[in-house]
């Protein structure tokens, strides 16, 4: 059973600091999708990443791939209120079928 | 609106009955996906259906529970004789299933708040 774990669970920063959080497994995959759900909302896909050491930005927020494709980083930098929201990351090991999901990093940002 | 669509967006049901959760893929995807969700945790796997088949229902509970997607309509999530542990939101995701790293990009849908009161 593929296992992805997330960390930290929670985090409360102040608008404009920076931070990281992470998706790690002792599985390999294929790709790795991050997503960001808002409360009362369905998650909404950020990025895929596919190939080890991929580096992807989305304007503020920057997502890695290791190496050996077995963990993730998302790193936003200067946080705004609206960040806030439930990071998801997951996991897929073939070339179609279901992902692995994280349980999450729930993120606050206050003003 | 071409996207995931859901459907009721919130159910109450009394303890016994029955619940149909309906879902509509995304225009020119095949394959869909059920997950369940409890506040402020992960979203846990149930099932994984192609049109007219059950690929993965490793995550679906053995009794009361039953998924299926028709060649025609929405995928439906039916949950019989609900209990008070089976309120939670539930999702429904598509994705193409094109065999290309794409297919595993699932597009959620807003999801069913659903109570069992």
């Known amino acids: 059973t593929q296992l992805l774990e997330q960390s930290p669970q929670f985090l409360s920063i102040q608008e404009g600091e920076n931070l990281t959080v992470y998706c790690n497994s002792s599985?390999?995959?294929?790709?790795l999708q991050w997503y960001r759900q808002e409360p009362g909302e369905g998650p909404v896909l950020l990025v895929t990443v596919v190939t080890g050491g991929e580096v992807k930005k989305l304007k503020r927020l920057t997502f890695q791939f290791g190496d050996a494709r077995k963990d993730s980083s998302l790193h936003i930098t200067a946080a705004q209120p609206g960040d806030t929201g439930l990071y998801l990351c997951a996991g897929a090991t073939t070339n179609a079928g279901k992902s692995t999901f994280g349980d999450g990093t729930t993120l606050t940002v206050k003003p | 609106n071409a996207g995931v669509m859901q459907n009721p967006r919130h159910l109450v049901r009394r303890r016994g009955q029955e619940a149909r959760l309906r879902c509509s893929p995304m225009k020119g995807h095949s394959h869909v996906y059920w997950y369940r969700q409890l506040p402020e945790e992960g979203l846990k796997f149930m099932v994984y259906l192609q049109k007219e088949n059950i690929i993965d229902e490793s995550g679906m509970p053995k009794e009361r529970f039953s998924a299926e997607f028709p060649k025609e309509g929405p995928s439906i999530l039916r949950i019989q004789q609900v209990v008070r542990g089976d309120s939670a939101a539930y999702f429904c995701a598509s994705s193409m299933g094109q065999g290309s790293f794409s297919s595993y990009e699932q597009y959620f849908g807003p999801g069913t708040r659903l109570t069992v009161t």
């Open positions: 599985s390999v995959f294929s790709s």
